[in-house]
């Protein structure tokens, strides 16, 4: 027997496959939007894929379980509360499947969602490893928020954290302190609030460090998990709905758009411009966003535009493009790409930031922190600065006076590049607005 893990770094995602050596099976867990690792990973062992699970739909990433089926004929598995509008079997407690010498049991373990189940893997006669999907995490659990308004079925998070609780002392915990737990999820993913660096953990090590399987009441769990949970992103909604629907043929959904610079742009339609920071300064389209092809595309690109909402993608190269049509489709918004074309430059130019007179003079500005609210109350660099989180910021465009230019910062520079370019494109010019970006840490940190 043989367990890979796959890693997407952008959206702290494991998924996992699972080897029968001796029958040449595979069974895959949580899959991620492209299917091609997984392929690559049964021809190189000549396993047939039989068998897909969803630990529940999800709301940060696309799954590629339907295509999966298309391609393979592999069956895919859900809990029969997940509502799945495609061709599936249910597994939920009591249900297993068997290959080779392997045996996974399904455990449903409602908390994160109604239809979460969890996943034993039985070697032999022995219980060797346990996958969580996001209900048990390396050093926390899944945050029990998600379902209020998304999926077919909706649940108060209050009523979500009790059930976490139950699942993890009543299924979880009670399985041998050598279990290895491999969770959905690590260090960086908002499906939780406080994840472990580590992919992956024993039961045993996780009933010692992990704060959510420690001795407490009810009521203290609900209220400790409930509190200073991240934020939602627009998208988790809509990806729930898809991931229950099924999302369609990778390749045949960037059939979709047209790549190359259209003969006319819809200015109308603002345009996603990924390239570096400095690029996007010396010079960009009208009506652009610049969210740069970072570790965190994915989570700021379906944060900021909401679903349905068409745009423009732009980048340096055409392997750069190619790069972020890819990140687009793991949150399923390559079906709202208008056009996707590079550029290397355009007629607008950000403002050019005096960082010595602004350091003399800050009253003179208009600061904007767009960092999320606990950064601000946990280290504020500016006292007399307006905080509106990025992925607030274009709702909140009226609260931003235009009697003084207008600077822009959050704790290291991404997020500021895109809110000023946000601000920029909202106030058309009636004002200056600055990026103070990586000077933020180079020039104030030490400061204050």
């Known amino acids: 027997m043989k367990i890979e893990q796959f890693k997407d770094n952008g959206l702290s995602h494991y998924s996992f496959a699972i080897l029968s050596e001796c029958e040449n099976k595979i069974v895959l867990i949580d899959p991620a ?36 089926h298309q391609q393979t004929g592999a069956t895919i598995y859900c809990s029969q509360l997940s509502g799945a509008l495609y061709p599936h079997q249910t597994f939920d407690s009591g249900d297993t499947i068997e290959f080779g010498n ?61 059930q976490m609780y139950h699942s993890l002392r009543e299924k979880l915990m009670l399985l041998d302190d050598e279990v290895w737990v491999y969770p959905a999820h690590g260090a960086g993913t908002l499906c939780g609030k406080a994840l472990s660096e580590a992919d992956r953990s024993t039961i045993g090590a996780e009933k010692r460090s992990n704060w959510s399987l420690q001795e407490m009441t009810e009521e203290q769990f609900v209220k400790t998990l409930l509190k200073e949970q991240p934020f939602i992103p627009s998208y988790f909604a809509y990806d729930v709905e898809l991931n229950r629907h099924g999302a369609k043929n990778l390749q045949a959904s960037f059939n979709n758009f047209p790549i190359g610079l259209p003969y006319k742009i819809n200015t109308n339609i603002f345009i996603v411009d990924t390239r570096p920071e400095k690029d996007f300064k010396n010079g960009h389209l009208p009506k652009s966003v610049n969210i740069q092809n970072g570790g965190k595309f994915e989570t700021w690109l379906g944060s900021i535009f909401v679903p349905e909402e068409f745009f423009y993608l732009v980048a340096e190269s055409d392997e750069m493009l190619k790069e972020v049509i890819g990140k687009t489709a793991k949150i399923g918004y390559e079906l709202f790409i208008e056009a996707a074309f590079v550029i290397e430059t355009g007629n607008e130019k950000a403002a ?21 609210k606990g950064e601000v109350q946990a280290y504020p660099y500016f006292d007399q600065a307006i905080n509106i989180p990025l992925y607030e910021l274009r709702t909140r465009l009226a609260e931003i006076p235009s009697n003084k230019p207008i600077l822009v910062h959050c704790a ?23 990026n103070l970006g990586e000077a933020i840490s180079n020039s104030f940190r030490q400061d204050l």
Do not use: W
Not at 129 to 141: A, H, S
Not at 412 to 433: C, H, L, P, Q, W
């Open 102 to 162: 392997i045996k996974l049991k399904a455990l449903n373990t409602p908390g994160h969602s109604m239809d979460s189940i969890s996943i034993v893997l039985e070697h032999q006669g022995k219980d060797k490893v346990v996958f969580t999907g996001d209900t048990l995490f390396i050093g926390d659990c899944g945050r029990p928020d998600l379902r209020e308004k998304a999926g077919n079925q909706t649940a108060k998070r209050e009523e979500q954290a009790k």
């Open 412 to 434: 290291g520079g991404y997020r500021s590049a895109a809110g000023s370019s946000i601000i920029e494109n909202a106030f058309d010019g009636k004002t200056e607005v600055y």
């Open 352 to 372: 050019q930031l005096d960082l010595d007179n602004f350091k003399i003079q800050q009253e003179n500005y208009t600061i904007i922190d767009v960092r999320n």
């Open 33 to 68: 939007r492209d299917i091609a690792p997984y392929l690559s990973y049964a021809k190189k062992h000549a396993a047939t894929i039989i068998g897909v699970i969803e630990t529940h739909p999800h709301a940060d990433f696309v799954s590629g379980h339907l295509e999966l």
